[in-house]
């Protein structure tokens, strides 16, 4: 956007409820921690400064969102005290102020981008509270709109009048200032409440008295869902895979049985893509047009491209590159490797830590031997190989183009292309031996 934003996310909760040693905004919302998820709608937004406030020994948060800048509220009294820590950080930033919270991850871009747009307004408002409409607003802060249409008050529930309850305008939490004025307007809060905290809401009421506007948007409900508990985290859960889903769909994915399917945050789908039922896609995945991935498969980290087809049964761990029109089969597993154009593994293997090159054909129960107890080696199969079935490929050893892998074999040493390797002890046939063995076991048959 053209104005100059700057992003603070309060993430100072103990998270008490999450019944965790983990930081609340530390659990995972489709792969990503919540505070990630607010930060990337900040990045979204093309922010010059982020800062994140967090509590006293909370270091694996400041790893987590780093390189953003991150203060320490030390006392926790309230959203105004957290966002005052900010100041240092924010000095002589006159821009839009964004005050966000680190366990609210379901707030979209675009109603961001309409908030600060509100910001950005002829008559400068000195602040922009997102508000929305609940169907039952028990125990949110209402919205008071003055007879200007502008925001007279934040009133919380506890203290509204039973006309003031009757508004359905609720309260996020989430608000945009003007740079210029914030610390003016949060020196100004006090903290005479029950509780003795100091409220970012009264900034509505000390801005007003000041003369400066302030104004309210809208946006919906389900978006401003705070991740408290575990059973919030759920709920969080159910809200954004539905919203992955339907994007899915509407960029010209299909999902057989879309309430099956789990994304990531970070999944990509192309065109055409073909998703059957009950498939998870972990971090890192991106799947190009045409592709198909069959039921109760599970991938991470790989890349799909196009024309692949995966499945059913199969699982990608991070590093697999599956390429153009290849084939993963049933009980396949992959783990950083790549698999040439029209290269197969359909059945029972495991390639790990290998070049399956195009057009190979690896047959069932292949593995690559790929780990001695104390290092990876690598296993490269080269162009048009044929892999005969229950063979193990013991790295680091290469397979030339074209070569042949007899049943049963275990590859220690290179084969040169075109050539024909085999382990296979010689086979012996004793003629009758089955059925003289039957008979001895029945009783029916000389004893010896």
């Not at 196009?306 to 699982?315: C, F, H, L, S, V």
């Not at 080696?377 to 892998?405: E, Q």
Request: charge should be neutral; glycine fraction near 12%; proline fraction near 4%.
């Amino acid at each position: 956007m053209s104005q100059e934003i700057a992003v603070v996310v309060l993430a100072a909760g103990e998270g008490t409820r999450m019944r965790s040693s983990l930081p609340k905004v530390l659990h995972r919302l489709a792969g990503l921690p919540l505070v990630g998820h607010v930060l990337s709608s900040g990045r979204a937004l093309g922010v010059s400064r982020t800062v994140v406030v967090i509590g006293p020994a909370m270091d694996e948060v400041a790893a987590e969102v780093a390189p953003a800048t991150t203060v320490v509220q030390k006392e926790r009294l309230g959203t105004a005290h957290a966002l005052l820590q900010a100041r240092k950080a924010l000095e002589g930033f006159t821009g839009t102020v964004l005050v966000l919270y680190g366990d609210t991850p379901l707030i979209s871009v675009p109603t961001l981008e309409a908030l600060v747009r509100e910001r950005a307004a002829p008559d400068n408002p000195a602040l922009v509270a997102l508000g929305f409409d609940a169907d039952d607003p028990t125990g949110y802060g209402r919205h008071v709109v003055g007879d200007n249409g502008c925001l007279a008050d934040i009133i919380e529930h506890r203290d509204a009048t039973p006309a003031q309850r009757a508004i359905r305008r609720c309260n996020s939490g989430v608000m945009a200032f003007d740079g210029a004025v914030l610390f003016d307007i949060l020196d100004r809060i006090g903290n005479d409440n029950v509780r003795g905290e100091y409220y970012l809401t009264d900034a509505v009421r000390i801005a007003n008295a000041m003369g400066r506007i302030c104004r309210a948007v809208e946006g919906p409900e389900e978006e401003f869902l705070g991740v408290n508990s575990r059973v919030e985290l759920a709920r969080a859960e159910t809200l954004f895979q539905d919203r992955m889903r339907r994007k899915a769909l509407e960029d010209g994915a299909t999902l057989v049985a879309p309430e099956t399917v789990f994304f990531s945050w970070d999944t990509c789908l192309g065109r055409d893509v073909t998703v059957h039922p009950f498939v998870t896609f972990g971090p890192g995945v991106c799947v190009e047009d045409n592709a198909t991935i069959r039921s109760f498969c599970h991938l991470e980290g790989a890349r799909i491209a196009a024309g692949a087809e995966i499945g059913p049964y199969a699982r990608l761990r991070p590093g697999a590159e599956i390429g153009p029109n290849a084939r993963v089969g049933n009980f396949v597993e992959i783990k950083k490797s790549t698999l040439e154009e029209g290269a197969k593994v359909n059945h029972l293997s495991y390639i790990g830590d290998a070049r399956v090159g195009a057009g190979a054909n690896i047959g069932a129960g292949t593995i690559t031997c790929n780990y001695d107890g104390f290092g990876k080696y690598h296993t490269d199969i080269g162009r048009g190989t044929f892999v005969g079935s229950n063979s193990a490929l013991v790295a680091p050893v290469r397979i030339g183009d074209g070569a042949m892998i007899g049943a049963g074999s275990t590859i220690t040493r290179d084969v040169p292309g075109g050539a024909l390797a085999l382990t296979r002890a010689s086979q012996e046939t004793l003629d009758g031996w089955a059925t003289g063995f039957r008979e001895r076991r029945s009783g029916n048959g000389p004893r010896r």
